[in-house]
């Protein structure tokens, strides 16, 4: 009797409304749900089914039967926004469709809220099935091993136009150095990319990074900018004395171009070798068409770090300038949050997301992307990250795990010389790391992590034993290993220790929750900070040429200003 009931009132509710929008379809559905649930009669029948279907077979049957009849019913709305394109091919209509009611049962089930109080809920579904993109894959992926949203990134880059401008003011003239720093995932790279596409045929671009490990690689960001000059054996520091080493740089940095820029990333990481060869770059290159770029993470410089130290003494100088990048504010997270769902987000989610990413684009791409799987929202990136890694398949997270002890970048005969995986299951399981965003090609023969902080919450999660297990033997124990490279700056040898000779724990980064204790200057608000300024250099005290007003002030390290305890730090804000 109970099945029949079931059947009948699933056949004869109320058929489908189509109102052309995939959103406006979901909608309606969630709307009918929640006045079927809401209804005394049917609220408390659905109520009493529900228990009786966990101890009564036949019960659960009628109901299974039951849903899968709404279910059918509804999904074509599903198919036609794949088919459009709304959605990604792979979007399991059923599964999005049964997505859309879960939260209002839940809420039926759970508590007794009445359920004209669920529109947070609604607005969640919203939220997710207009995620397009982010809500499909995940949907479609529902217990199986391919679950995550397929982009987190966005072409397009959110806000940051006056701080592109200060940029742009920047080239040319007369300094020679600016230092662009903010926590970690807060932009710099984004904004940097940005400049230097815009910088298009304007000027040369030499590129070089910082290697995270103590590594015993010097010189490393200049190696990788100058692959000529240090060429392809180098062991770090071109060959003579130290000056007229630095002196040859410095001539190669300005024989790259009539106007050179020089990007230096990740400052924060640099060695004593990278320091004094910058010290000294950043004088003799003081009357040349040259711009360096240099970019530093804020949260990982505590004030006795060698770096600090660094950026104090060369933000005296005229020649330098300093573009600290603020989180994003509330509009910026949401015109991030509208970019990578391809849908207006709701409220409540941009509030969410400014709570828990604090406007970090990094850590809000990475919410959005965990946001549909998650019962509940990860409290750190570390989390995210890991959880992100736990839904691809066995083979797939070994295999990250073990990248993560080569450093960001991972070349490909490495992975294969350490026999983890057979050969067609190393190459299903690189795809899939790919496919799902945690790892990217670099180059023909290497992978990288996506972001930094994927690659660190990796390293940071690993087991002692995991580490020694992806520590291949000392260059040259075997003919058939590969050796840890010596050369690329993004590769990173795991450092012996000098009494056992087995690998030294390499030095694990902080993670973002840590390093912020860390922090040499306050910073006690959540709020997007504003670091404050003290004067602005431009000749005739107003701003540089070309910044347009309600622009980031800069301010030149020339500039009289008031001691203070920690590197002073030009400001910028934006969205
Ligand atoms: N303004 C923006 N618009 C859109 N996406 C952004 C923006 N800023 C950053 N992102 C995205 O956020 C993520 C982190 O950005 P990015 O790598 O530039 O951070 P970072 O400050 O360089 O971090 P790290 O200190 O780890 O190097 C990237 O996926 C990037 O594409
Ligand atoms: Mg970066």
């Known amino acids: 009797m109970v099945a029949d009931l079931l059947a009948s009132m699933a056949e004869e509710s109320v058929p ?36 009786a279907s966990t101890w009564d ?14 279910v059918a019913e509804w999904s074509p709305c599903v198919t036609r926004a794949v088919e459009q394109g709304e959605l990604p091919p792979d979007t399991d209509p059923a599964e999005l469709i049964r997505a859309v009611s879960a939260p209002l049962y839940y809420r039926l089930l759970t508590t007794s809220a009445p359920l004209d109080e669920a529109a947070h809920g609604l607005s969640r579904v919203r939220s ?103 060429g392809e054996e180098a062991t770090g520091a071109p060959t003579g004395d130290r000056v007229a080493a630095y002196r040859r740089v410095a001539e190669a940095v300005t024989r790259a171009g009539d106007l050179v820029v020089l990007v230096l990333e990740d400052l924060h990481w640099a060695d004593a070798s990278t320091r004094d060869l910058l010290r000294h770059l950043h004088r003799a290159l003081a009357d040349a068409d040259v711009l360096i770029v240099a ?45 990578v769902l391809d849908a207006e987000p709701a409220p409540d989610l941009v509030d969410q997301l400014v709570a828990r990413a604090e406007g970090n684009p990094f850590f809000t791409e990475e ?29 797939a997270q070994h295999l990250a795990r073990l990248a993560s002890v080569a450093g960001r970048t991972v070349p490909h005969d490495l992975l294969q010389g350490l026999g983890a995986l057979p050969e067609d299951e190393l190459g299903t399981a690189l ?12 180059g023909s023969d290497a992978y990288a992590f996506r972001h930094a902080l994927i690659h660190e919450s990796l390293y940071r999660d690993l087991l002692p ?71 602005v250099p431009w000749a005739g005290g107003g701003r540089p040429p070309n910044v347009p007003r309600g622009s980031p002030t800069t301010r030149s390290s020339s500039a009289p200003r008031r001691p203070r305890a920690s590197p002073a730090t030009t400001s910028a804000r934006s969205s």
């Open 465 to 535: 034993g995991e580490r020694r297990a992806a520590t291949p033997a000392s260059p040259g124990t075997s003919p058939t290993t590969p050796s840890w490279p010596d050369r690329d700056p993004r590769r990173v040898p795991p450092p012996s220790s000098p009494t056992t000779g087995t690998p030294r724990a390499t030095r694990p980064a902080r993670s973002p929750r840590r390093s912020r204790r860390l922090r040499p200057r306050s910073t006690g608000s959540r709020r997007p900070r504003r670091t404050p300024t003290t004067s």
């Open 57 to 70: 077979t036949r019960t659960a049957e009628a109901l299974h039967r039951s849903y899968e009849i709404r």
């Open 128 to 230: 997710g099935a207009g995620g397009g993109k982010v809500a499909g894959a995940w949907f479609a992926d529902v217990g199986d091993t391919h679950p995550m949203a397929r982009r987190v990134s966005v072409p397009e880059m959110v806000g940051r136009r006056a701080e592109l401008a200060v940029l742009d003011a920047l080239l040319p003239g007369d300094t020679r150095l600016v230092l662009v720093d903010g926590d970690a995932g807060v932009g710099k790279t984004r904004l940097v990319q940005a400049f230097v596409a815009r910088v298009g045929g304007r000027a040369t671009v030499l590129r070089g990074g910082c290697l995270q490990f103590e590594a015993d690689i010097p010189y490393a960001p200049f190696a990788e900018a100058l692959p000529d000059l240090f």
């Open 295 to 339: 970019t530093c993470r804020s949260d990982e410089l505590t004030a006795d770090h060698p770096v600090a130290t660094l950026v104090t003494e060369l933000a005296r100088s005229p020649r330098t300038e300093r573009l600290h990048l603020d989180p994003l504010d509330r509009p910026g997270v949401a015109a991030l949050a509208r970019a």
């Open 431 to 442: 795809r899939e790391l790919v496919d799902h965003g945690q790892l990217t090609t670099a």
């Open 367 to 395: 919410l959005l992307a965990a946001w549909p799987g998650s019962g509940d929202v990860p409290r750190t990136v570390r989390d995210i990250v890991l959880t992100r890694l736990a839904r691809l398949s066995k083979n």
């Open 16 to 51: 489908r409304t189509e109102t052309g929008t995939l959103l406006g379809d979901l909608r309606a559905n969630a709307r009918l749900v929640r006045e079927t649930l809401s209804d005394p009669r049917q609220g408390r029948l659905f109520k009493a089914v529900i228990a």
